[in-house]
């Protein structure tokens, strides 16, 4: 057991760090090196299968490290109690899940609800007018017997839960993936909101929207972080790796095809001379 550590700020480090998802074989995240900067905000994109969402569940404490370390303000993750360490910390998982109770018990995660603390959350995500249209607004009810919100409400929902109380560390993985355009500009709000407060944010995204508003961005491929650092110089090598592998691939189609065959030459007849 471990003594009670001071609030954190928010910095957090990786250190070499494997990640072996629960009953799989393989390692999604393999040997990661970074720093991340209170008051930063990072993007992380890759594809599919790169290491993402697992990183994400490691910074959060929310599954074992099989090698390496990570550090939230130079501590283990491992030192801070859960129930304590949950109080600075915001997370939107990809999966959703909201629970059987109130629209405010849920933004104010089945703690004791504070109305000033989950106004302000709704306030600040853009969904505080959305709650008032529902039928009981904040007092709505959902799950067994209540309301059955869209998958963009309950993302809406889930993202103000994320930043309720303002946690130091927001982790927000695939935050848009349901969201119309009314809720993207929420999600971009409440983004810059928190960056104007010094929270740490990480954002895993397939949609490049979201990345106006990060300062740094990490591409992951493979569970390996294969670039990390400034938000545009990231896209610039990113876009210019892209035309690179463009140009090989068009070099590699024209040297597979056969080649063309001379023309024929037109067939020339000669006129005897007139005498």
């Known amino acids: 057991e471990y003594m009670e550590l001071p609030a954190p700020q928010g910095e957090i480090i990786l250190e070499q760090v494997v990640v072996v998802p629960p009953n799989a074989k393989e390692p999604s995240v393999r040997g990661v ?3 991340i900067n209170k ?12 290491g993402k969402s697992s990183l994400a569940r490691i910074i959060l404490g929310l599954w074992p490290l099989h090698n390496g370390k990570v550090r939230l303000d130079k501590a283990d993750i491992s030192q801070w109690e859960k129930t304590a360490l949950g109080q600075y910390i915001g997370y939107l998982p990809q ?3 909201l629970f059987e109770g109130t629209i405010s018990q849920n933004i104010a995660r089945f ?6 603390k989950v106004i ?55 935050p848009n993936s349901n ?41 992951m491929k493979q569970g390996l972080l294969e670039i990390y650092g400034n ?12 035309q690179q592998a463009k140009q090989q691939a068009q070099a590699k189609t024209q040297a597979k095809q056969p080649p063309r065959p001379a023309p024929a030459m037109p067939k020339i007849s000669l006129s005897k001379p007139s005498s």
């Open 95 to 97: 999966d959703i899940e």
């Open 39 to 50: 008051g930063d905000v990072v993007g992380i994109v890759g594809p599919s299968a790169a």
């Open 120 to 174: 302000e959350a709704a306030q600040n995500t853009g969904v505080h007018e959305m709650i008032l249209r529902l039928p009981d607004g904040y007092d709505t009810k959902i799950g067994a017997g209540g309301a059955t919100l869209s998958g963009g409400q309950r993302q809406r929902v889930g993202l103000a839960r994320a930043v309720y109380n303002n946690p130091v560390l927001v982790v927000l993985d695939e």
């Open 111 to 116: 703690g004791e609800v504070d109305a000033t």
């Open 231 to 242: 938000t545009n110089e990231v896209l610039a090598k990113i876009s210019a790796q892209a």
């Open 179 to 219: 969201l119309d355009e009314l809720g993207e500009r929420g999600l971009i709000q409440a983004v810059q909101t928190l960056k104007q407060r010094g929270t740490t944010v990480i954002i895993i995204t397939h949609r490049p929207n979201i990345l106006q508003v990060t300062n740094k961005l990490a591409m």
């Open 33 to 35: 090196s970074m720093t």
